[in-house]
């Protein structure tokens, strides 16, 4: 059964710096892996997709790294904004023939002005 | 490009009763699926359709909990009866089948937050 870890649980941070959130996962067979996004009282809303073929993938100021033989993905914020605050998922697609998410439980992030 | 609507926002109940949540997915997206977040948890899957019929429900309490997609579009989540451990966000989500989609992801709606007193 594939497992979700995600550090730290919560993270407070000032302004314009740059910062690093962690997921790990117990089975490295997955078919991609992806990092949310989810506002308070709102649904998740996809940042970025790694194919599990993939090393990495950028976005403005959001970059992810998949280390798959290790069961290790990061995210990295650069120039932290305070927009930026919000709780950040990371989950496993370890589905074959349809998406099955695995969540971990998340890093609330805040950024100080 | 519509959102996945679900309804309502939020709803408030006593424990030992019924509730009924609804989701109607992106147009064309064969695939839905529901999920319970509990506070401070991420999402867990309670089940997933494709098109009418049942893929995953593994992790459903079928004794409390039932789900429908009869026309393979909208779908109704119910909890009968309610226990105070329900009191959760359930989040609907849908996609397309897996290869025909370019961004092979899942589209949230917003949730409908449950309280159980």
């Known amino acids: 059964k594939q497992e979700v870890t995600q550090i730290p649980a919560a993270l407070s941070v000032p302004e314009g710096e740059n910062l690093v959130l962690n997921c790990s996962f117990t089975?490295?067979?997955?078919?991609?892996l992806q990092w949310f996004r989810q506002d308070p009282g709102k649904g998740l809303t996809s940042l970025l997709l790694i194919q599990s073929s993939q090393r990495e993938q950028t976005s403005g100021r959001l970059n992810a790294s998949l280390d798959k033989s290790s069961g290790r993905s990061t995210l990295y914020i650069a120039a932290s904004q305070p927009g930026d605050s919000a709780t950040y998922l990371c989950?496993?697609?370890?589905?074959?023939?349809?998406?099955?998410?695995?969540f971990g439980k998340g890093t609330k992030l805040s950024v100080i002005p | 490009e519509a959102g996945v609507a679900q309804s309502p926002r939020y709803k408030i109940i006593e424990k030992r009763q019924s509730v009924a949540f609804w989701c109607n997915p992106i147009s064309g997206h064969a695939t839905l699926y529901w999920y319970q977040q509990i506070l401070g948890q991420g999402p867990k899957l309670l089940i997933q359709?494709?098109?009418?019929?049942?893929?995953?429900d593994s992790q459903l309490p079928k004794d409390r909990f039932s789900a429908e997609r009869l026309k393979g579009v909208d779908s109704t989540l119910k909890i009968q009866p309610a226990k105070l451990e329900d009191s959760a966000v359930y989040l609907c989500?849908?996609?397309?089948?897996?290869?025909?989609?370019?961004?092979?992801?899942?589209?949230f709606g917003p949730g409908t937050r449950l309280l159980v007193l």
């Open positions: 089975d490295s067979a997955i078919y991609n």
């Open positions: 989950a496993v697609d370890s589905g074959a023939g349809s998406y099955q998410l695995t």
């Open positions: 989500a849908s996609s397309l089948v897996r290869g025909l989609a370019i961004q092979e992801t899942q589209y």
């Open positions: 359709f494709q098109n009418n019929g049942v893929v995953d």
